[in-house]
């Protein structure tokens, strides 16, 4: 299934290249330096199975994390609001497979004086049917 993780992260990440709000983001996986910033960062999923009796899938949940600078708080927050509002809708699936649901369960939205940036949390959970091909 990790193949099937991993196409999924890359057409979620396609998809959210696709936004206007985030095309002065960096993608990554980790932390980068504050230089890097803005950084749209996409944490590790959590996969569990899926299935019925005709499909195979998987229900994934993913945080993702929108870092900018200190005093970039509508940035921020219009990039979340962005993705809030396409999510649902969004076209997110690697070839043979079908996503049936996306759901933003959670945002949170703050300033981090630790880091000095302006920060944004969000919980995503895509559920995909992959047919029989598991």
């Given at each position: 299934?990790?193949?099937v993780?991993?196409?999924?992260?890359?057409?979620?990440?396609?998809?959210?290249?696709?936004?206007?709000?985030?095309?002065?983001?960096?993608?990554?996986?980790?932390?980068?330096?504050?230089?890097?910033?803005?950084?749209?960062?996409?944490?590790?999923?959590?996969?569990?199975?899926?299935?019925?009796?005709?499909?195979?899938?998987?229900?994934?949940?993913?945080?993702?994390?929108?870092?900018?600078?200190?005093?970039?708080?509508?940035?921020v927050?219009?990039?979340?609001?962005?993705?809030?509002?396409?999510?649902?809708?969004?076209?997110?699936?690697?070839?043979?497979?079908?996503?049936?649901?996306?759901?933003?369960?959670?945002?949170?939205?703050?300033?981090?004086?630790?880091?000095d940036?302006?920060?944004?949390?969000?919980?995503?959970?895509?559920?995909?049917?992959?047919?029989?091909?598991?």
């Open positions: 299934m990790s193949a993780l991993n196409d999924l992260k890359t057409a979620l990440v396609s998809w959210l290249q696709t936004l206007p709000e985030l095309s002065g983001f960096t993608f990554a996986d980790r932390p980068g330096p504050p230089s890097a910033r803005p950084t749209v960062m996409l944490g590790a999923a959590a996969m569990r199975p899926w299935s019925t009796d005709t499909m195979v899938g998987a229900d994934c949940d993913w945080t993702l994390t929108l870092l900018t600078e200190t005093g970039s708080f509508q940035t927050q219009a990039a979340a609001s962005a993705i809030q509002a396409g999510f649902r809708s969004a076209s997110i699936a690697p070839v043979g497979a079908v996503t049936l649901a996306h759901r933003v369960t959670s945002v949170t939205i703050d300033h981090d004086s630790a880091q940036t302006e920060r944004a949390v969000l919980r995503l959970s895509l559920l995909a049917d992959f047919g029989d091909d598991l």
